[in-house]
């Protein structure tokens, strides 16, 4: 059991009024009412914590013998001191929301504390493998060598680099060498290493409208002039494009199911994409965030498989395919700029942990990886089925849900005059989640509508109960 402490390392004040032993009582007792330390928690021996405060360990047991007599904390003998298994924190005061979380309501992208029906973004985490890829962590740990310990690569280990290379060569149709591939430790990292590498303040890069709002957030933060552009049924409509900035030096699309609205891309649009990017000198950054997941056909090939030109980025993710508290994406970048992005990865040194790589690249090389995708790829087709059916049951003409090849989530579109902002925010007060897609868009007249996950909803009943609370809500 680990020991904690509260602010072990902090000195304490030796010109303070309050003598020594009171102020590490203080710290303690705050500590323990806060919930900083938790009922049982094993907190450091007296002499142990008087060594590293600097002070008499006389001092440590006349705080710890007062914490005793008032009933926070229980002396176990050779087991330790713990916090009284009985204590139970005392209330919080609200804590001030800073202007970062108040910028992610601003673009509808809350998560909450749990995950909620209909949530977006996550995967179907019942039917993770959770046993086999705790035999293969258990495995892993066994083999832990001294090397192993040290710092990862910057640009991921080289095992997972040619897995994922493998992997993208059969899966996706694209051509790359091990090292061509980023490992980072999310879209986010994804995003930042291609800004820092290729782009500058002030340059102009397409975004598909509606879209995913972090990007355009990450874009604004990096002095970037994100531009948008619509899309129709044949997504990302580039002739627009043009017209409105063909000097762009960038655009980030999502050619295998549009996100959120999740049509795919058509051949004579990506082909005028690839054109204007040789044309222009611009860079396109693909994310493929679940482009595994097409119900209707084949995985589509990848943009990047029709790139001759070097133009195209390749961004990909563990955490829609597995589970987010992984942590861990990829990026495929055109071999002529490797050098470049080794620098800069050099410089960022996002990588994720060793171990988590390690673990992952056995997951793929043993073929659990792709058995995995198989099997939620039909999972996920009976899921979407179920939950389209149930609310459609539940709310007849009142949500109609658009047709779409495939992805990990639903768009509703409500009749009449109904605004999917207001309704979004009833369903979370009710324990139910939904994104509004009019916060995907920047465009003074958005579209209105609900944009509901379907991967973790279990049958069609349980649907049809989630669209009767809907429509108490309409």
């Known amino acids: 059991m680990i020991s904690r402490r509260p602010e072990a390392q902090a000195p304490l004040a030796q010109d303070s009024t309050d003598p020594l032993y ?12 806060e919930g900083t330390l938790k009922a049982g928690d094993r907190i450091p021996s007296a002499r142990a914590l008087a060594k590293e405060m600097g002070v008499a360990r006389g001092t440590i047991e006349v705080a710890y013998s007062l914490l005793a007599a008032e009933g926070y904390i229980q002396a176990r003998g050779q087991a330790g001191t713990i916090v009284a298994p009985d204590l139970q924190p005392q209330a919080a005061a609200p804590a001030v929301v800073a202007p970062v979380e108040a910028a992610d309501d601003e673009h509808g992208w809350h998560r909450p504390p749990r995950i909620l029906p209909f949530q977006m973004g996550i995967p179907a985490l019942d ?28 640009d991921g280990l080289p095992d997972l680099r040619t897995a994922v290379a493998a992997y993208l060569r059969v899966a996706r ?20 290493l291609i800004i820092q590498a290729l782009l500058a303040p002030g340059d102009r890069v397409w975004v598909e409208d509606p879209g995913y709002p972090p990007t355009r957030a990450l ?17 990302l409509m580039v002739a627009e494009g043009v017209a409105r900035a063909e ?67 390749y961004a990909g993710s563990f955490s829609k395919v597995l589970f987010p508290g992984m ?17 800069i990865s050099r410089l960022l040194s996002g990588g994720a942990p060793a171990y988590t790589q390690a673990l992952l ?57 109904l605004q999917d902002q207001p309704l979004a925010a009833r369903m979370l007060e009710q324990g139910l989640y939904a994104h509004p897609l009019s916060r995907w868009s920047s465009l003074p007249d958005p579209q209105s509508g609900l944009l509901l996950g379907f991967t973790n909803i279990a049958s069609q009943e349980q649907a049809y109960e989630f669209g009767l609370r809907i429509r108490a809500l309409m």
Request: glycine content about 6%.
């Open 22 to 33: 009171r102020q590490v009582y203080e710290r303690f007792r705050s500590a323990i009412a």
């Open 127 to 154: 039917a993770f493998p959770r046993k086999l890829w705790a035999r293969l962590g258990a495995r892993q740990l066994r083999g832990l060598q001294v090397a192993d310990l040290s710092y990862p690569p910057s």
């Open 219 to 235: 874009l604004a933060q990096a002095r970037l002039d994100a531009v948008p552009v619509p899309v129709d049924a044949d997504g």
């Open 361 to 417: 690249t056995s997951f793929i090389s043993e073929g659990h990886f792709g058995r995995h995708i198989q099997r939620m790829r039909r999972l996920y087709s009976e899921r979407r089925e179920a939950t389209a059916a149930g609310l459609s049951a539940a709310l007849g003409t009142r949500l109609r849900i658009d047709p779409q090849p495939g992805g990990m989530h639903l768009v509703a579109r409500m009749d009449g005059k």
């Open 173 to 192: 149709g694209i051509q790359c060498q091990p090292a061509q591939v980023y490992i980072t430790s999310g879209y986010n990292f994804t995003m930042q």
């Open 327 to 343: 942590r861990l994406a990829y990026l495929v970048v055109p071999e002529a700029q490797v050098p470049r992005f080794d620098r």
């Open 247 to 313: 000097q762009a030096r960038a655009a980030v699309v999502t050619p295998a199911h549009q996100s959120p609205l999740s049509m795919s891309l058509s051949l004579p649009r990506r082909q005028a994409l690839l054109d204007w990017a040789e044309r222009s000198q611009a860079w396109i950054v693909e994310d493929d965030y679940d482009g595994e997941y097409r119900y209707v056909s084949r995985p589509l090939p990848a943009l990047k498989s029709l790139d001759t030109q070097g133009r195209v980025l």
